[in-house]
Nanobody, 115 residues
Framework: QVQVVESGGGLVQAGGSLRLSCAVS????????MGWYRQPPGKQRELVAS???????NYADSVKGRFTISRDNAKNTVYLQMNSLKPEDTAVYYC?????????WGQGTQVTVSS
């Protein structure tokens, strides 16, 4: 069973930065898609950023130019660098990894941006 564990969340002031990490127990090279989602308080979960096995990346319009998704294949870890954070970025951030017929989610990490 593949396990996905997020870390790096916390409280930061507006304009600050955080880097989230997502450690996967299996090889991320075997995953077709890896990504970050977030769920703001009282709202639905939404895609933040993702990349495919082929190297294509995708970002939500609201984070383009501020967030960067990256990976370290040797460490089986995916990162989300978040800069210029805004109060509206406050949410629980989830990492997901997927391959044909299987999808894995972490428990989430809280990010709170104060104004």
């Amino acid at each position: 069973q593949v396990q996905v564990v997020e870390s790096g969340g916390g409280l930061v002031q507006a304009g600050g930065s955080l880097r989230l990490s997502c450690a996967v127990s299996g090889s991320i090279l075997s995953m077709n898609v890896m990504g970050w989602y977030r769920q703001p308080p009282g709202k639905q979960r939404e895609l933040v950023a993702s990349f495919t096995k082929g190297g294509s990346t995708n970002y939500a319009d609201s984070v383009k130019g501020r967030f960067t998704i990256s990976r370290d294949n040797a460490k089986n870890t995916v990162y989300l660098q978040m800069n210029s954070l805004k109060p509206e970025d406050t949410a629980v951030y989830y990492c997901t990894a997927s391959r044909p017929f299987r999808e894995y989610w972490g428990q989430g990490t809280q990010v709170t941006v104060s104004s």
